[in-house]
Each structure stands twice: as C-alpha cells, then as structure tokens.
C-alpha cells in the first residue's frame, strides 16, 4: 500500500526575496521517508500538481502516524520557511481514491512562537492500492524462483514502477501472477475527515456583508421566495354568492399550495414559499387562485412572472414590500373583475428572515399537518429551579379513631414527583417532628402547586389522610445562601368537603419553603454538560464569546424507511445552553444539504455541544411513531482553538443489540470566538459549578434523581412546542439511559484507569533499567545530575518545573488538530459481543427469560469477584500501613518504633545531602551489587497484619 500526497496549489504565501516574491516549494514527511516538489520560481500563488508517494509499513498502525508538510522559500544562499502543515493519518478514509478524495485547503501554520506566517496549501490525500506482477524462471531441480516483482500503482494518467533492485528491468515472456493487495484499515472509518472551509469563511470578516457574516460558515444556498399575504375583491364562485379561495403557487413540476378559507372574498393567508434554485424547471412562476370545491375546483384568476425580472434580495436589504396585482384569466386579459391579490416575488438565500417559516419545494408531497414537523425552529429549555422544602413538624392533629395515638408520616407531591417523610422521630404522637429536608425541580412558569398531606398509617398498604395543605410554587421564598424563615400553616380535613369554609381550630404544620436561585438546575450528564450558569440571572457570569455552528450536509446516510419505499428524511438537533435547535427535515434523501447556521454565547469554555441527526417519522401523518436516531456527534469547547474554523466530516454512530454500526457522515463547521481573553483565562481558576452547589452540596443519588425530574420537565415542556420537539429526540440529547449498567462501559472504564496507570508503570519500568545499568550512559547522567541536585538542594524544584516547561514546548507541535469525537476503541464498541450488547439494551426490569438471566448474573459474579479481589488487595496494603503503630502486632510495631528512634538520630547527626547520596547511590548501585531476593524493608511490610483474616 501506498500513501499518496498530491500537492495542487499555494496561495498568498509570504514573500521573501528583494522583490516582494518567492520560489517556493513542498517538502512532505512520513514515516521516516521525505519527498519535495520542484521549485516555482518567483510565485507567490505557485501551482505544482505533483504526487508523492510514500510507503505504509504497516496499514494497521497508520492511523498512529502523521504527515508533515512544509512550504520553504528556495534563496541563493539557504531556504527559508515559509508555513507548514501537520495532518493525522487517520483522517484519510480508506474508501478514498485518486478519483473521489476531495481537494483541502488547510491554513499555514508557525513553527515557532515569533514566526510571522501566511497563506494556504490545498492537498489530497489518499490511499493507493498496490498490483503485484511477479515473474518466474526455472530455477536448481526445476523449482520455480522469483526473477523480478513489480508494483503498480495508478495516480491519474501517470503509471509508477517499482522494483526490487530499484532499476528498470524490460518484460520478458515469463509467466505473470496477478494479485490484489487488502486495504487493512477498518479503524479509520471512523475517524473524522478534514475538507477544504467555505469561501467566505476563508475570506477573513472583513469588508462582509450580512450574508457572508452571519452565513459564513455555510454554502450560499438560492431559492425563489413567492410571499402570498393576501386577496380582495374576489368574484363570487357559489350559488351561495361567496367562495372558498386558496392560492396554488406552480413552477414547473414542483406545486405550492396555501390551506383554504371557507366563504371569504377578501381572504388573508400570510404563506411564504421556498423554490432552491438548483432545481428550477421552468421561466415562470404562476400564482393561481382557485375556489375549493367538491368535484373538480374552479379557477378563479392568476399571476404570472418571469423568473429573469424577479428583483435580487440578500440581507441586509430591506424586505421586499408586497405589491397589489391583478388577477388575469388563462388568456392573460384583465378586462373582466377577478380581483387582486397582494404578493412579493423575490431570489434570496438561507439567510433570508423569510427561510425558516416557508414551504418548501421539497416538501411538495406531504400534507400541510406533516409542514410544520418539517420546518426549522430555535427552542429554549425552561428555566429551572430546585424547590427546598423542609418538614419540620405537626401539631393538633385529630385522627378519626380517637382511642389511639396516630403513627403519623408527610406526603409531599408535585406534579410527577412525589416524596414521603419516614415516621415521626418523636413517636406516635399528636404533634410529631419530622425534620427531614427535600429537593424539588420546578420550571417556569409555575403552573402545578406543591401538595402536602399528613397521613397516618393505619395498617398495611392503608393510609388515612388527617390534613391537606395546597401551596403555589411561588409562596416559597427565593434565597441564594442565607436561610430563609420557617412558618406555620393551617391543615384543612380531607372529609371536610369546602376547602375554602373558615373554621375556628384546625391543626397546623410548620415548615420552611425556598426556592434557591443559586444552583445550576443538572439536566445533562456532568461529564459533557453544555451549561453551568445558575438559575438566577443575577448571578450569572458574563460572556467570553461566540459560538458559531454551521450544519452543511450529510451523506451515506442509512436508509430509515425502506420497508416503506422510502429513504431518509433527514432533521438534526442542537443543544448548547439553554437554547436548542431544529434544522428543517430534508426529505427522502441520504445526502441531505441543510447549509444553516446558528449562533450561541459562550460563558464557560468547559462546556460541549451536542449535535444529533434523526430520521423524521411524522411527516407523512404517522403521529404515533417515533423518530429513529442516526448519531451523535459531542464537541468540547475548551479543545478548539480560538477564531480557527474546523470542517470535517463526523461519523454518525450508533450502537445497536446488532453491534456498533456507521449510519453516515455529517459535515459540520464550528468557529469558537472568544471576545473577553482575560475573563476566559480567570474562569479556569473558578469552580466549574456555582458556589451554592459547594456552600451546601446536594447528594450524588440525589442530584442523578432530581437531574432525571428535569429532563422529563424539559422533554415535557418541549413536546409542547410547535412544532413539537419529540421526547425521544430530547432523551436522546440528554442522555436519559446513561446511568444503566452496561459491561461494556464497566471495560472501557477499567482499561482507561489502566491506561492511566500505565504512565506510572512506564516511569517504574524506566527506573528499574537506570538501576540495573542497561543503558550505562543514562545512568551515569543521572548519577550526575541526583549529585548535582543533591549538593544544591535549592535547584531541585525549578529543574522540575522547567522539566515540565520544556515537554510542554515540544508538545506544541504534536497537539492535537482535529476536534475530539466519539472513539470506538476507547468505547470497547468494536470488540463487544452479541450477549454483551443485547444485556445493554434490555429493559429495566429485564425482559429476557430466566435462563439467559442467569448466565449474565454468573458472568456478572465472575467480574465483580475479580474487582472484589483487587479492591480487597488495595485495602490490604493500607492496613498493613495503619499496622505499623497500632500494636496489632506488637513484635513488629515495637521493632518498627526502634528502627524509628534510631533512623531519628542518624538523621539528627548526619547532614541531609550525606544522606540523600547515600540513599541515591545505594538504590542506582550496580547489579554486580544486587541480589534477587526481596528487601529487607520489602519483607517486613508483607509479614504486617491487616484485617482480611477478620472477615467472614
């Protein structure tokens, strides 16, 4: 196999010579191998069109790998640098060819920190494919030898030979096999694909107009725009002297039509119609009026424009006023009266005020119920709080059986949740203490009231109600720390009947209500949340900057409806904050082009966006089914560089009972833009979350509950909304099942502290050879450096800081250049059974039969027994440290205790820096001086008790 790097094009490069030019050109690294370009001679725009091949030593590992590009300037006396490029192998898809791999531009970039840099280099990358033609010719006892093998491999017209030997050698007529070489690189599938920015992304801002700022990082998308507003003076079409008008917007083959207004000749509709210009099949656009009826519909009159004359419109142009026209007949004569009708006809983009609202052309054949699931739409989170309540007591109170003491507990409801006191601490009692504090989520507005009711428990499963009392949310008072006071309110008897009847003795409950303001209200997983503001708006954080998404298109996505004959229709969901985000649905494609673009304020750059595409399943009048996920893609905030455009292509995952599938790939631009650098970098020095959440912790169990009552608040409110935002799509963002086991996850979660551990097994490991002397240079270096240290103590922590300083500097050019995303082989989703999957995927409580159950509970016992064993191994260790003046083994503490006094007075006499080399020297000593058997301080530990012989 080969790599392939077509260098096509720089452009604005930095001029370096005496006359305001250069002679540029390419060198390319990989691997150990390099290649360059010939030399433009005096270009700052030079034109190569050359392909460099390199060699993939092992196609399994080249994702490992990256390829390094430098653009110099070839002077008289030496070469100049002029930009360069750093790409990840793993963003070359093996399905990329010399005939698809698309043509990136990437942004020159510096080699050091004072280097002044410009311009771009447009490459493509892909992978060649290598045909084997091997020769034959007799050799000793008549057994066939290789004579000659060679390689081809095609880059456009051109053919290159490689040979053994390396020289070319003439076919002779010997006998030839052909082979096809694999392309061995599954893992690159998903990873993600770098592509070349919008135009005017790379112009820079500017001299921008609206449109190249507020859609730059989109594609520039044209669409006739018909605004059919209203009509008057329409000519009676009934015998009732009246009509039912509607208006039918025709270009070619595509038909927009308004909804019908029964008996009105002066009608109003305010519908706008979207026509994409790529798929104009006609010069005229008609704007007929038709009278509804049940046969056939009459033709009321109609207007007509030709598409060459429509005025042009791109924001920020004021809105094209609607004009009065006159209906004509099929004839186009105006003499006789149908009326007239208020239009504007107009071309314009996506960027046009009038594009979310319209109809579309491609949604020409679903009814106008499935419209509005079609349309774009920018939703917003309810704002949340958490309700406090705190039960404190009870007095008075009667029970119906006056011969016994009540055994009384508190219910406390609101809406869906429901919390419940435990018995009184006080006893059966008349006037019971309870004293327990409770948490509640409630959103704006405050439309359900808090229920409390004082049960008392008469036997089992029977509860008899003893008082009621109904609050507003909003009789709690709001509070950001200090306490608010307690009050006693009236409990009104459930068999009272008239709530509202004033009486002169009622019993009373006391408690304490507070709407705190100063938390974040969790709706999201704390590990990718988007928004960390707390629910006041007094004590939120000012912004830092913007956040600018671009939603280009999608492709090779899966196919959701062919069972119904149908493809995809494609929608996608964005959640940054509180606000969220629907594209318009694209029907009926797998290669949807979306080209909107949305913007947010950044307040915390330690926050994620999260972008999902979901196939559509209410267009076509199916209320009861639910939209299937196609992927997620996350995108932490904190991993971008500022004011940097990325443009890739994401893969879309899901994880099925099946296994892990790949159901295409979303283009998407994202540009982070920081506004306030010095209040950015002084976040990183401040709580993630607000104070209060610190002041007065709330729970881990408790916070996962109430953060699972907000999300059903959240999907709830925005199922609301119209268009509704779908409860599955909203779980799916939030991340609603994430909390269920899953051994998959439990792996991926140990092979990550493994992993983390594996640096300190490195060091050890590194260690262990400076010790052994198998590198004696090494070690007789850090000989002189522990000396050096040693003797001047007061150097050791700024080496150790400037050690870190400098492994932070070289790092610079190997940090990453690609947004993180979701990686498969982290995930443990690649390597995942069947078993695994499906006990992922099953329902709470289980749905399967008892014997798959009992298998997966074995299994489950198996590893929990080796967690067990190494928790236990863990626990042992630090007994055995707590052991060593607790006496348990009083042999062993009383020898610990003398060792103790003696090392205190030999440390006491010796001077420090005698100390430290002699420890130092003792434990790099040479191996000639070492022994395999353990330690004598080794040994005394191990032979310490600890309390694993204590337990059952």
Aim: aromatic letters at 10%.
């Amino acid at each position: 196999m080969k790599l392939a790097v077509n260098v096509i094009e720089a452009s604005d490069l930095m001029p370096k010579d005496k006359h305001g030019s250069s002679s540029p050109f390419v060198e390319v690294y990989f691997d150990n191998q390099h290649h360059r370009t010939q030399t433009i001679p005096k270009n700052l725009n030079p034109s190569w069109q050359e392909t460099l091949l390199f060699n993939i030593s092992d196609p399994s590992n080249l994702s490992n790998h990256s390829i390094d590009v430098s653009v110099h300037h070839h002077g008289h006396h030496r070469d100049y640098f002029l930009g360069r490029v750093r790409i990840s192998a793993s963003s070359i898809s093996p399905s990329l060819s010399s005939t698809n791999a698309p043509v990136l531009r990437y942004p020159l970039e510096k080699r050091g920190l004072f280097s002044h840099i410009r311009g771009d280099i447009a490459l493509r990358l892909y992978v060649l494919a290598a045909d084997h033609e091997t020769k034959f010719e007799e050799g000793d006892g008549g057994a066939p030898k290789v004579k000659e093998q060679r390689v081809f491999y095609s880059v456009g017209r051109e053919e290159q030979r490689q040979h053994g030997n390396g020289k070319q050698v003439e076919q002779h007529g010997v006998t030839v096999m052909r082979m096809q070489a694999p392309m061995a690189r599954p893992q690159a599938e998903f990873g993600l694909v770098e592509t070349r920015p919008p135009l005017a992304a790379r112009l820079g801002y500017h001299g921008r107009d609206k449109i190249a700022s507020t859609y730059d990082l989109v594609e520039q998308m044209h669409y006739l725009y018909v605004n059919v507003v209203k009509a008057r003076d329409l000519p009676a079409m009934d015998i009732t002297g009246s009509l039912d008008p509607y208006v039918e917007v025709k270009l070619g083959n595509y038909k927009g039509i308004t909804k019908h207004i029964e008996k009105n000749q002066s009608p109003v509709w305010h519908q706008v119609f979207a026509f994409s210009k790529e798929r104009l099949q006609a010069d005229k656009v008609e704007v007929l009026v038709k009278d509804k009826d049940v046969g056939k519909d009459d033709f009321v009159g109609r207007v007509v424009f030709d598409l060459n004359e429509v005025p042009m419109r791109v924001p920020p142009d004021s809105p094209l006023a609607p004009q009065w026209y006159r209906l004509e007949d099929r004839a186009g004569d105006h003499k006789r009266n149908r009326g007239e009708i208020m239009l504007a006809v107009w071309m314009g983009t996506q960027a046009d005020e009038a594009f979310p609202d319209a109809w579309h052309s491609d949604a020409h054949s679903i009814s106008l119920d499935g419209l509005a699931h079609t349309r774009s739409k920018v939703y917003f989170s309810p704002k949340l709080y958490y309700l406090r309540v705190l039960a404190i007591e009870a007095q008075d109170l009667v029970p119906f059986d006056k011969g016994r003491v009540p055994d009384v507990c508190l219910r406390i409801q609101l809406g869906n949740q429901l919390r419940r006191t435990r018995p009184a601490s006080t006893g059966r009692s008349l006037n019971p203490a309870w004293n327990e504090e409770f948490l509640f989520v409630v959103a704006e507005p405050f439309d359900e009231p808090i229920v409390f009711t004082v049960e008392d428990h008469v036997g089992p499963n029977k509860d008899e109600p003893l008082g009621r009392l109904v609050l507003p949310v909003h009789a709690a008072a709001p509070r950001t720390d200090k306490l608010v006071d307690t009050k006693w309110f009236n409990l009104v008897k459930s068999s009272s009947g008239d709530a509202e009847k004033e009486t002169k003795f009622s019993s009373k409950i006391h408690l304490r209500l507070s709407l705190d303001i100063g938390y974040h209200v969790l709706d999201e997983s704390t590990h990718y949340s988007s928004d960390l503001q707390p629910s006041s708006r007094f004590l939120r954080k000012p912004s830092i900057g913007m956040l600018e998404l671009g939603i280009l298109s999608a492709k090779n996505l899966m196919p959701m409806k062919s069972k119904d004959e149908l493809l995809t229709d494609a929608y996608c969901v964005v959640k940054y904050g509180p606000k969220w985000v629907r594209t318009r649905t694209i029907l009926n494609s797998l290669a949807p082009r979306w080209n909107e673009q949305y913007t947010w304020e950044v307040f915390d750059p330690c926050t994620v966006i999260t972008v999902a595409v979901f196939d559509n399943c209410h267009v076509h009048g199916s209320n009861n089914a639910k939209d299937q996920r196609i992927g997620k893609v996350r995108i932490r905030l904190s991993t971008l560089e500022t004011d940097r455009i990325y443009t890739h292509y994401y893969p879309l995952l899901v994880l099925q009972p099946s296994g892990l599938k790949k159901t295409g790939e979303l283009h998407m631009a994202v540009r982070f833009t920081c506004t306030a650098w010095v209040n950015m970098v002084t976040l990183y020095s401040k709580p993630l979350l607000p104070k209060m959440h610190y002041l007065q912790p709330i729970p881990v169990l408790q916070a996962d509950y109430l953060r699972h009552n907000a999300m059903q608040i959240v999907a709830a409110r925005l199922a609301r909304a119209e268009p509704p935002l779908q409860r599955e799509s909203v779980e799916y963002m939030l991340d609603v099942d994430s909390h269920m086991w899953s051994l998959r996850r439990s792996k991926a979660n140990f092979y990550r502290i493994t992993s983390l551990l594996s640096g300190f097994a490195a060091i050890g490991k590194w260690f262990d050879a400076l010790r052994y002397w198998k590198n004696p240079m090494t070690t007789i270096l850090v000989h002189i450096l522990f000396l050096i240290l040693v003797c001047y103590p007061e150097l050791i922590l700024p080496t150790i800081f400037l050690y870190l300083f400098m492994i932070g500097i070289w790092n610079y050019r190997y940090r990453p250049r690609h947004p993180p995303h979701m990686d498969t082989k982290l995930s443990h989703a690649e390597w995942t059974n069947l078993d695994e999957l499906d006990e992922e995927f099953d329902t709470f409580p289980t749905s399967r039969n008892p014997d798959i159950v009992r298998a997966r509970y074995d299994r489950l016992r198996s590893v929990a027994g080796r967690v067990q064993t190494v928790v236990g191994d863990m626990a042992t260790q630090g007994e055995r440290a707590q052991a060593l003046l607790s006496w348990r083994d009083p042999r062993a503490t009383g020898i610990f205790i003398m060792v103790a006094l003696a090392c205190a007075l030999f440390l006491y006499v010796a001077p420090f820096q005698i100390v430290a080399m002699l420890a130092g020297l003792y434990l790099l000593r040479h191996p000639k001086f070492r022994t395999k058997m353990p330690s004598v301080p080794f040994n005394f530990y191990r032979r310490l008790p600890a309390k694993s012989d204590m337990l059952l």
